[in-house]
């Protein structure tokens, strides 16, 4: 079936650097999302995005936080400068519409912060 | 706004016993509901969905769900589980006008031999 691509798996960074995660979303979608979860718990809805704008974020959605699909290429989370409190697992996730529709989920990508 | 209460954080069963997932939401307008999967160190995977139609809903294997308004639930049901059904169930809500998928905390499932 369709697949959400995220790249990387895992990401280890310095507290106060820059890191960018990666979601190729599926072909044919418009609609993209950022949902945070933390130690296997409940998933935290971030930030949707469609026709190249942000449409909806969260409070957890903070100024260190910027998200871009430039030319139609790869969806990014940006997190810069990143804290600690970032630590989480990050999965990106696309739909072809907005209501309705099947919304597929990336693997994640585990954000450790030290 | 939208709300999912999953009352039980973990259920456990033995294999070949039903089980039944419960999901309660709160949201006045057309909803749509669904129900994912989340094995340990895993991405989420889709089971099933509403959105109008038969309240009844099949998805992949052998999980049902059962739409009531007058109730607002969407309970998860599965007759005979298997040892792979061990996993995080969450439910999803999102209203018809927005695109913000909404998740319970999840209820985690141990099927034991």
């Not at chain 1, 990387?8 to 418009?30: A, E």
């Not at chain 1, 999965?91 to 990336?106: L, P």
């Amino acid at each position: 079936g369709p697949k959400v691509l995220q790249i990387p798996s895992h990401q280890i960074i310095d507290m106060g650097q820059m890191v960018t995660l990666n979601c190729d979303p599926v072909s044919n979608h418009l609609y993209f999302y950022w949902y945070k979860q933390i130690l296997g718990q409940q998933m935290e809805f971030l930030v949707n995005f469609y026709n190249g704008k942000v449409m909806e974020k969260s409070k957890l959605f903070k100024d260190q936080f910027s998200v871009e699909r430039p030319d139609g290429s790869y969806f990014t989370l940006k997190i810069q400068p990143t804290a600690l409190e970032d630590s989480a697992v990050y999965f990106c996730a696309s739909s072809r519409t907005g209501a309705g529709t099947e919304v597929f989920f990336g693997k994640g990508t585990r954000l450790t912060v030290v | 706004t939208q709300t999912v209460s999953q009352s039980d954080a973990h259920v456990t069963v033995f294999e070949g016993d039903s089980v039944e997932l419960r999901c309660n939401y709160s949201y006045g307008g057309s909803i749509y509901l669904s129900w994912y999967i989340q094995h340990h160190g895993r991405g989420l995977q889709f089971l099933l969905k509403y959105y109008s139609g038969n309240p009844v809903v099949q998805g992949v294997n052998g999980f049902k769900a059962e739409f009531s308004k007058s109730d607002s639930s969407f309970h998860l049901r599965k007759a005979s589980v298997h040892w792979s059904d061990s996993a995080v169930y969450f439910c999803a809500v999102k209203n018809s006008a927005g695109n913000k998928l909404t998740f319970g905390i999840g209820t985690r499932v141990l099927v034991r031999p």
